[in-house]
């Protein structure tokens, strides 16, 4: 079985702090993406990866940039936190050539 | 811009009837749609899945159904039962990357 954790279930930090969340997958998948839910919009691609030390803009980068170092993990970095990032954020991967992704248990993040 | 849209928020059905689950897009190069379920506090997982290619594509109690002329999908989920209450998500596969509807949520009422 596929699986892919994120660091924390719930999350909550300061306005103006800088913010971590992480993700690892074990199936040596080559593409990583990095997303938020919100009611009403559905999921939202912010970052992608389809490699080691790359990483592609997706829907609504800004404010956010990530880290990948290591082909299992892909991390999620905001810079700044505002009370506008609040969300549910989920990690996906999935292996080359496919298009299922395998999504992790999601971190709610709030920002006070 | 929404590429991919899902216009019913909530959904509910009795169980053991069908469930059907609309989505739209319009964007005519997407070759390959997928739908997801979430339940609270869970990721999403993969349901079923349809490539351009098709028409149909069914796997137990459910259909997935592609009309490529009218830039719709659906799902039908027969008989419904009461573990498939929870949030249903379609996605196109577009240029390199998923690209998700707003969601349904879907209520089972026994």
């Known amino acids: 079985d596929v699986k892919v954790t994120q660091s924390s279930r719930y999350l909550v930090k300061r306005t103006g702090e800088k913010v971590f969340l992480e993700c690892v997958q074990d199936m040596d998948h080559e593409n990583m993406f990095w997303y938020r839910q919100d009611p009403g919009l559905g999921l939202r691609l912010i970052y992608f990866?389809?490699?080691?030390?790359?990483?592609e803009k997706g829907d609504i980068p800004e404010g956010y940039s990530v880290s990948r170092e290591k082909k299992e993990r892909f991390s999620l970095i905001l810079e700044s936190a505002s009370t506008n990032q609040t969300s549910m954020y989920l990690c996906?991967?999935?292996?080359?050539?496919?298009?299922?992704?395998?999504f992790g248990p999601g971190t709610r993040l709030t920002v006070t | 811009d929404q590429q991919v849209k899902q216009n019913s928020p909530s959904l509910s059905v009795q169980e053991g009837r069908i469930s059907i689950l609309n989505c739209d897009y319009t964007n005519s190069m997407f070759d390959y749609f997928l739908w997801y379920k979430k339940y609270p506090a869970e990721g999403p997982t993969f349901l079923i899945s349809i490539s351009s290619i098709k028409d149909k594509n069914e796997d137990g109690r459910f259909t997935v159904f592609l009309n490529k002329s009218a830039k719709h999908l659906s799902l039908h989920i027969v008989p419904s039962q009461p573990g498939d209450s929870a949030v249903y998500f379609c996605?196109?596969?577009?240029?390199?990357?998923?690209?998700f509807g707003q969601g349904t949520r879907l209520t089972i009422n026994p």
């Open positions: 996906a991967s999935t292996p080359l050539l496919s298009y299922e992704q395998y």
């Open positions: 996605a196109a596969q577009g240029a390199q990357k998923l690209v």
């Open positions: 990866s389809y490699d080691v030390k790359m990483k």
